[in-house]
């Protein structure tokens, strides 16, 4: 016995998950949401729910299809900078979810034998599915802000290897260090330059300390590769801030580190947060 589909339909209820979705990974994440970019996404989801019901391969190869589009999606949403894969493996994640809170909704109420027509059998109306997402989108966005906060790190150790030298410094997590190279979209780690003494070299130190950007000029050769020059918008105040990239930046605690690809956002403040000497973004955390 067949079965019949309205494409049309289908297609509504796909875009409009896929965008649900997109916005619980944006405020799991922290990342700031683009309507368009995000619009263009959900239509892509729901262009290929469609297609899917035309397609026939094998379970292996569809899995593979589907986690592909996934990715691209998630490209199309966020960028392809950054942290791509996080965004890809949060996205999945909050789809598979989403949808197990709204099929074990589904059955519950049928099982309740509400007075809901529409939950019986296979067919669901607009209203219950506005529901069911809406409970749904909930306790997922709930879940997963608790998760993300009683899994959160607040301090860390840094080690930083450059030409030759390695420094371990002291790390505080701040959500609010949104810095980012505009050229490579790495994310940035604010140290106090005064704690990298006897790593940094002293030609990048004096160019640092200077508020003028054309000093950047002064610098030759290597040096020269390794700096790039970051708008920054911090509680130290407005304006740029020197970043260099280092050999290795390794990130952990208790000896369990792991080499994290950012760049070093030189300022010369002291004690940067909590008694520490470097604020780490949280995507590098997770």
Same mark, same amino acid.
């Given at each position: 016995?067949?079965?019949?589909?309205?494409?049309?339909?289908?297609?509504?209820?796909?875009?409009?998950?896929?965008? $649900?979705?997109?916005?619980?990974?944006?405020?799991?994440?922290?990342?700031? =949401?683009?309507? +368009?970019?995000?619009?263009? !996404? /959900? @239509?892509?989801?729901?262009?290929?729910?469609?297609?899917?019901?035309?397609?026939?391969?094998?379970?292996?190869?569809?899995?593979?299809?589907?986690?592909?589009?996934?990715?691209?999606?998630?490209?199309?949403?966020?960028?392809?900078?950054?942290?791509?894969?996080?965004?890809?493996?949060?996205?999945?994640?909050?789809?598979?979810?989403?949808?197990?809170?709204?099929?074990?909704?589904?059955?519950?109420?049928?099982?309740?034998?509400?007075? $809901?027509?529409?939950?019986?059998?296979?067919?669901?109306?607009?209203?219950? =599915?506005?529901? +069911?997402?809406?409970?749904? !989108? /909930? @306790?997922?966005?709930?879940?997963?802000?608790?998760?993300?906060?009683?899994?959160?790190?607040?301090?860390?150790?840094?080690?930083?290897?450059?030409?030759?030298?390695?420094?371990?410094?002291?790390?505080?997590?701040?959500?609010?260090?949104?810095?980012?190279?505009?050229?490579?979209?790495?994310?940035?780690?604010?140290?106090?330059?005064?704690?990298?003494?006897?790593?940094?070299?002293?030609?990048?130190?004096?160019?640092?300390?200077?508020?003028?950007?054309?000093?950047?000029a002064e610098l030759e050769g290597e040096l020269a590769k390794r700096v790039r020059i970051i708008p920054a918008k911090t509680a130290f105040g407005s304006g740029m801030l020197l970043a260099v990239r280092a050999d290795k930046i390794l990130l952990g605690e208790n000896g369990k580190m792991r080499e994290v690809d950012a760049l070093l956002a030189l300022c010369d403040a002291g004690?940067?947060?909590?008694?520490?000497?470097?604020?780490?973004?949280?995507?590098?955390?997770?």
């Amino acid at each position: 016995m067949g079965q019949t589909v309205y494409v049309d339909l289908f297609f509504m209820i796909n875009f409009s998950m896929d965008f $649900l979705c997109f916005f619980l990974t944006s405020q799991l994440l922290g990342t700031r =949401l683009k309507l +368009l970019r995000t619009v263009c !996404a /959900a @239509v892509i989801g729901g262009i290929y729910a469609d297609v899917a019901l035309f397609m026939s391969v094998g379970s292996v190869v569809a899995v593979f299809i589907d986690i592909a589009v996934c990715v691209l999606m998630c490209a199309v949403a966020f960028g392809v900078k950054g942290s791509l894969a996080a965004h890809s493996a949060v996205y999945i994640a909050v789809s598979m979810i989403l949808g197990g809170f709204m099929t074990a909704l589904f059955g519950l109420l049928n099982r309740a034998k509400l007075p $809901l027509g529409e939950t019986e059998g296979d067919g669901i109306s607009a209203w219950i =599915l506005v529901i +069911l997402a809406a409970i749904s !989108a /909930a @306790v997922t966005l709930l879940g997963g802000k608790r998760f993300r906060h009683r899994s959160a790190r607040k301090y860390a150790d840094v080690d930083v290897v450059m030409m030759g030298k390695i420094k371990t410094l002291s790390a505080f997590c701040d959500s609010g260090n949104l810095l980012r190279d505009p050229i490579s979209a790495k994310p940035c780690i604010v140290v106090d330059m005064n704690a990298l003494d006897g790593v940094l070299p002293k030609n990048i130190v004096d160019v640092a300390r200077k508020t003028d950007v054309g000093a950047v000029a002064e610098l030759e050769g290597e040096l020269a590769k390794r700096v790039r020059i970051i708008p920054a918008k911090t509680a130290f105040g407005s304006g740029m801030l020197l970043a260099v990239r280092a050999d290795k930046i390794l990130l952990g605690e208790n000896g369990k580190m792991r080499e994290v690809d950012a760049l070093l956002a030189l300022c010369d403040a002291g004690e940067i947060g909590e008694g520490c000497q470097a604020l780490v973004p949280s995507e590098l955390l997770l």
